[in-house]
């Protein structure tokens, strides 16, 4: 099994930054991408960024560019979520997520589905 640990979450003011980190841990597993989604209070849960590890290649939703930068060192199985800018409407809890197999139910890094094992959360409130 593989556990991921989110955090840096908290309350912060419109146009501030916050900065998430995510650790993977546990049995041995290669770490083929990793990814963060968020979902907010009523709405379904959607991509923000994704990091492959082969070829280094990034992915932004359209909302978060610009403002959101992903990065991550493979070795150790990290992932940040640099936020700034911030706006009332990035409000959600922010969860990461890891594709641990060469296989999985998508091939594309921006669908839920392309990834194997998911954090619990963390919370980000921004104010107006």
């Known amino acids: 099994q593989v556990q991921l640990v989110e955090s840096g979450g908290g309350l912060v003011q419109a146009g501030g930054s916050l900065r998430l980190s995510c650790a993977a841990s546990g049995r041995t597993f290669r770490n083929y991408a990793m990814g963060w989604f968020r979902q907010a209070p009523g709405k379904a849960r959607e991509f923000v960024a994704a990091?492959?590890?082969?070829?280094?290649?990034?992915y932004y939703a359209d909302s978060v560019k610009g403002r959101f930068t992903i990065s991550g060192d493979n070795a150790k199985n990290t992932v940040y979520l640099q936020t700034n800018s911030l706006k009332p409407e990035d409000a959600a809890v922010y969860y990461c997520?890891?594709?641990?197999?060469?296989?999985?139910?998508?091939?594309?890094?921006?669908?839920?589905?392309?990834?194997?094992?998911w954090g619990q959360g963390t919370q980000v409130t921004v104010s107006s």
């Open positions: 997520a890891v594709k641990a197999t060469s296989y999985t139910g998508s091939n594309r890094a921006d669908s839920s589905a392309y990834y194997n094992y």
């Open positions: 990091i492959t590890w082969s070829g280094g290649s990034l």
